[in-house]
């Protein structure tokens, strides 16, 4: 699915048609569109100041503007100033108010698209010229002001040119999702034999303190549901425990059973020996997979960690039930996760499958 193509095209030119005439038909329909932008508990606290080229209050609104807003907006067709009532008629404040006009401005911005023109927003002024310039009272904050016009006219200043000749850019989505937003499961993968360290039970043993499971746990406390494979173990009232079949097949017979547990559209899969996990390493991984199938953490050489990565779910599934492999990597391979680095210390990546793996561990606690 793509985005409405409103929204694609949109974009604020500084090269406007300074002979284009905009209409007060035109003027209108804009500010209608403005007017049924939502606000919160509908109390509309958004206010216009209008003036068309050519009109006196154009000149002194342009005069409002920062210096490298004035040598292009004097070609605006129109200049909107979005104005906010900082609280209403009986004194209430209205918090929302500068989020709401910043509402009313989007919908303005897209219905300039709609009818042929661009809208182009602008913080860069002097908030106290404005005000003097429109008569605004003192509880009228004016909060942003719209270049309203045509594309088209006179070449820009080389400067600004080469500003208008850049491409339209934003960051990618992983980039702005906060971390633990996302809903997400945890499989911890608990059953191994642990042959290098003698066939302990390697989930129990202890670094600074705690079993390396409970560490894994802490870290994905901010699970939805926490699911341990693996033998029998006395374990927190809201992990759910499951068994791997066969008994101690590996981490793909033991996902698979972890897997049927799971219910939000993200997990993480775990191991249970990673001391130094933590719930940031989750958020970042979590983070970086939402425009793909899954994110994977990789340690300082650039090794890939296949039991440290978060998953889509509805990817994962079909890719798991399709392996006729025993090796996990097979199956997430496929998946393409981005790779995630971090400078983390000590290194969470660090697992403790030899007593000098342990013993490192213990030293850096």
């Known amino acids: 699915m793509t985005v409405h193509p409103l929204l694609a095209s949109r974009w604020s030119p500084r090269r406007l048609d300074p002979d284009q005439v905009l209409t007060r038909e035109d003027l209108r329909t804009l500010l209608e569109a403005a007017r049924w932008a939502p606000s919160s508990g509908n109390t509309q606290p958004t206010r216009y100041v209008v003036a ?11 005069g409002t503007l920062k210096r490298g807003n004035r040598t292009w907006a004097g070609r605006a067709a129109a200049l ?35 009818q042929g023109l661009h809208a182009h927003q602008m913080s860069g002024f002097d908030g106290d010229a404005v005000r003097e310039a ?3 009272t003192e509880v009228q904050r004016p909060v942003v002001v719209v270049a309203v016009g045509a594309e088209g006219g006179p070449p820009l200043d080389e400067r600004l040119a080469a500003r208008e000749a850049e491409p339209r850019t934003r960051r990618p989505l992983a980039e702005l999702l906060l971390p633990g937003r996302q809903a997400y499961d945890a499989v911890v993968l608990a059953g191994g034999q642990a042959r290098r360290l003698g066939g302990v039970d390697k989930p129990g043993l202890e670094v600074g303190g705690r079993s390396l499971l409970d560490r894994v746990l802490a870290a994905s406390a901010g699970a939805a549901v926490r699911v341990v494979v ?12 499951v068994r791997e079949d066969p ?5 793909v017979p033991a996902l698979r059973a972890g897997l049927a547990e799971v219910r939000s559209p993200w997990v993480v899969v ?29 340690d300082d050489a650039g090794h890939e960690q296949w039991l440290c990565g978060a998953w889509r779910t509805a990817a994962l599934v079909p890719a798991l039930a399709a392996l006729q492999g025993a090796r996990l990597r097979e199956a997430l391979v496929p ?31």
């Open 52 to 62: 068309l080229r050519g009109e006196p209050l154009h000149a002194r609104l342009l």
């Open 134 to 136: 429109a008569g605004l």
């Open 80 to 114: 909107v100033v979005l104005v906010v009532l900082e609280h209403d008629e009986t004194g209430r404040d209205l918090p929302s108010g500068r989020h709401d006009a910043g509402q009313a401005a989007a919908h303005l911005s897209l219905q300039a698209e709609a």
């Open 270 to 298: 775990l191991a249970a020996d990673l001391p130094f996990l933590d719930a940031g390493v989750l958020d970042g991984l979590l983070a970086a997979a939402q425009d793909r199938d899954g994110a994977l953490l990789v």
């Open 230 to 241: 693996g033998p029998p173990r006395e374990l927190p009232g809201d992990v759910v425990q």
């Open 335 to 365: 998946l393409d996760p981005v790779h995630v680095r971090t400078q983390a210390s000590p290194a969470p990546w660090l697992d403790c499958d030899t007593e000098d793996d342990l013993a490192a561990a213990r030293r850096q606690t």
């Open 247 to 251: 008994p101690g097949g590996g981490p």
